[in-house]
C-alpha cells in the first residue's frame, strides 16, 4: 500500500485546511485510516481514524468536533478537515494504515510522508 498525503500549509489560528491522503495499491488489506502528528520534541500522537466502509470515526479528545476524518466514496482517499485551528495544532500530519483497529502508531504498517501543518498566533 502506498499512501500520498498532501494539504499541509500556513494558516493563521481558528483557520481551516484540509488534508488529503491517497491510497493505492493493495487497499483491501488496510481496514483502518488514520492520522497522526507530531509536534517538534512531542512524541507522535494519534489524531483520528476511520474505518475503510466509512461506518466508524475516532477522535483524539484534542481535536474532536474541530477537524473531521471522511473518505471519498471510491474509497481511495482520505480526508482530515481541520476548522479552528490553534497554534498547538501546529506539527507535521502523517497518515497511516492498518489491518487493525487501533490507535497506537506503532500497529500501523503503512505511512505517507507527512505534511507540514503551521498554525500562527
Known amino acids: 500500500v502506498q499512501l500520498q498525503a498532501s494539504g499541509g500549509g500556513l494558516v493563521q489560528a481558528g483557520g481551516s485546511l484540509r488534508l488529503s491522503c491517497e491510497a493505492s495499491g493493495r487497499t483491501f488489506s488496510t481496514n483502518y485510516m488514520a492520522w497522526f502528528r507530531q509536534a517538534p520534541g512531542k512524541r507522535r500522537e494519534f489524531v483520528a481514524r476511520?474505518?475503510?466502509?466509512?461506518?466508524?470515526?475516532l477522535y483524539a479528545d484534542s481535536v474532536k468536533g474541530r477537524f473531521t476524518v471522511s473518505r471519498d466514496n471510491a474509497k481511495t482517499t482520505v480526508y482530515l478537515q481541520m476548522n479552528s485551528l490553534k497554534p498547538e495544532d501546529t506539527a507535521v500530519y502523517s497518515c497511516?494504515?492498518?489491518?487493525?483497529?487501533?490507535?497506537?502508531?506503532?500497529?500501523?504498517?503503512?505511512w505517507g510522508q507527512g505534511t507540514l501543518v503551521t498554525v500562527s498566533s
Open positions: 497511516a494504515a492498518s489491518p487493525a483497529r487501533s490507535i497506537i502508531d506503532s500497529t500501523y504498517d503503512y
Open positions: 476511520i474505518s475503510w466502509g466509512g461506518a466508524s470515526t
